[in-house]
T-cell receptor, first 116, second 113 residues
């Protein structure tokens, strides 16, 4: 289970640099993954998703990489901007789990700070 | 706006008050969720409604009472809360049979005094 009062991993980058945020997921049966961005005081915002039949997917300034062998997911943000400062977390889902297809399991999150 | 609208954005209530949180989704989804997010803790799933039926209640105290009158609206009725219930309450929606398009609202910041 999750521990109480845990400290988020942090990543501090300079404006303009590329950022890589990592996530280790727990269930080898998971076949759908989502990255969310959560700014202070706001709800999680969808960034990008990927299905397990892909190992890479690109969006606008973001790329998600999936390594099913080691159950690892990463989010790459190109040319990081101060507005990218937020908590980023991944979520995993088993799409074929019958009555529980809707269930997402969330990671703990990483705090990204972008220095101007 | 994300397509999931929550009101109010902020709420301060005393321990003897009764209040309700409202969530409305405009995405054509048929499953809706309540989550609690406390400081430095992962998201905690509270309730799940799928096709307007409650399908999950994760051992939430009875002082939290959900209501889903239709597939677009979800309420969380609050009464006799404790200070430790202060948190960000998030609503989300998706299709009932898949997590694709799982979308969160902006949340209600609740403070119990």
């Amino acid at each position: 289970g999750e521990s109480v009062g845990l400290h988020l991993p942090t990543l501090s980058v300079q404006e303009g640099d590329n950022s890589i945020i990592n996530c280790a997921y727990s269930n080898s049966a998971s076949d759908y993954f989502i990255w969310y961005k959560q700014e202070s005081g706001k709800g999680p915002q969808f960034i990008i998703d990927i299905r397990s039949n892909m190992d890479k997917r690109q969006g606008q300034r973001v790329t998600v990489l999936l390594n099913k062998t080691v159950k690892h997911l990463s989010l790459q943000i190109a040319a990081t901007q101060p507005g990218d400062s937020a908590v980023y977390f991944c979520a995993e889902n088993i799409s074929g789990s019958g009555g529980s297809n809707y269930k997402l399991t969330f990671g703990k999150g990483t705090l990204l700070t972008v220095n101007p | 706006e994300t397509g999931v609208t929550q009101t109010p954005r902020h709420l301060v209530m005393g321990m003897t008050n009764k209040k309700s949180l409202k969530c409305e989704q405009h995405l054509g989804h048929n499953a809706m969720y309540w989550y609690k997010q406390s400081a430095k803790k992962p998201l905690e799933l509270m309730f799940v409604y799928s096709l307007e039926e409650r399908v999950e209640n994760n051992s939430v105290p009875s002082r939290f009472s959900p209501e889903c009158p239709n597939s677009s609206h979800l309420f969380l009725h609050l009464h006799t809360l404790q200070p430790e219930d202060s948190a960000l309450y998030l609503c989300a929606s998706s299709q009932h049979d898949r997590a694709y398009g799982y979308t969160f609202g902006s949340g209600t910041r609740l403070t119990v005094v």
